[in-house]
T-cell receptor, first 113, second 118 residues
Framework: QQQVKQSPQSLIVQKGGISIINCAYE??????FPWYQQFPGKGPALLIA?????SEKKEGRFTISFNKSAKQFSLHIMDSQPGDSATYFC????????????FGTGTLLAVQP | DTGVSQDPRHKITKRGQNVTFRCDPI?????LYWYRQTLGQGPEFLTY????????KSRLLSDRFSAERPKGSFSTLEIQRTEQGDSAMYLC????????????????FGAGSRLTVL
């Protein structure tokens, strides 16, 4: 069962453009929604995260938009740079002892110079 | 602290052999997770430790898999009688349980141990 659905699978954006990656979740008990960035040969690294009590969070060029009623959240990368080329994963977790993350399938972003 | 360390980074083995991976978490982190990542997919949760106690295991973790975290420090993941379907990247992550604003939900991942079963 895919609890977190991510799209698109791949994305090509021109330098300076906006990259948008979308995720949808099913479990209304999820209360933490991070985005991870992974470069080849490396483990995923936390990029930005949001709780469902806010609809948007911005950190530099990265913004999460959250729609609780639609059970959707998205990552926006403004002024995309070639160095942003990586695989991006959305994830979700619910409160409790484990805090295990359920990941989406990933989006391979290529920013062309 | 240099982050989460995993060893070996790459392992090639023949089907039926046993393999063991080691993870050294960030020293002040009491939580440790193992995930498996196959090509083109997101990481899938395998198991979780708080200190030395293994508190949750995924159904993905068959009886050929065993994980330990003696003394609540480093952890090992052993796969017995490996199968070709076990080929994947095995990721270890750690976190602290001391409140969200302190980074409790922030999992710091290692670079992974890539397993190839021939």
């Amino acid at each position: 069962q895919q609890q977190v659905k991510q799209s698109p699978q791949s994305l090509i954006v021109q330098k300076g453009g906006i990259s948008i990656i979308n995720c949808a979740y099913e479990n209304t008990a999820f209360d933490y929604f991070p985005w991870y960035q992974q470069f080849p040969g490396k483990g995923p690294a936390l990029l930005i995260a949001i709780r469902p009590d806010v609809s948007e969070k911005k950190e530099g060029r990265f913004t999460i938009s959250f729609n609780k009623s639609a059970k959707q959240f998205s990552l926006h990368i403004m002024d995309s740079q070639p160095g942003d080329s990586a695989t991006y994963f959305c994830a979700a977790s619910k409160g409790g002892a484990t805090n295990k993350l359920i990941f989406g399938t990933g989006t391979l972003l290529a920013v062309q110079p | 602290d240099t982050g989460v360390s995993q060893d070996p980074r790459h392992k090639i083995t023949k089907r039926g052999q046993n393999v063991t991976f080691r993870c050294d978490p960030i020293s002040e982190h009491n939580r440790l997770y193992w995930y498996r990542q196959t090509l083109g997919q997101g990481p899938e949760f395998l198991t979780y430790f708080q200190n030395e106690a293994q508190l949750e295991k995924s159904r993905l973790l068959s009886d050929r898999f065993s994980a330990e975290r003696p003394k609540g420090s480093f952890s090992t993941l052993e796969i017995q009688r490996t199968e070709q379907g076990d080929s994947a990247m095995y990721l270890c992550a750690s976190s602290s349980s001391t409140g969200f604003r302190s980074g409790a939900n922030v999992l710091t991942f290692g670079a992974g141990s890539r397993l190839t079963v021939l």
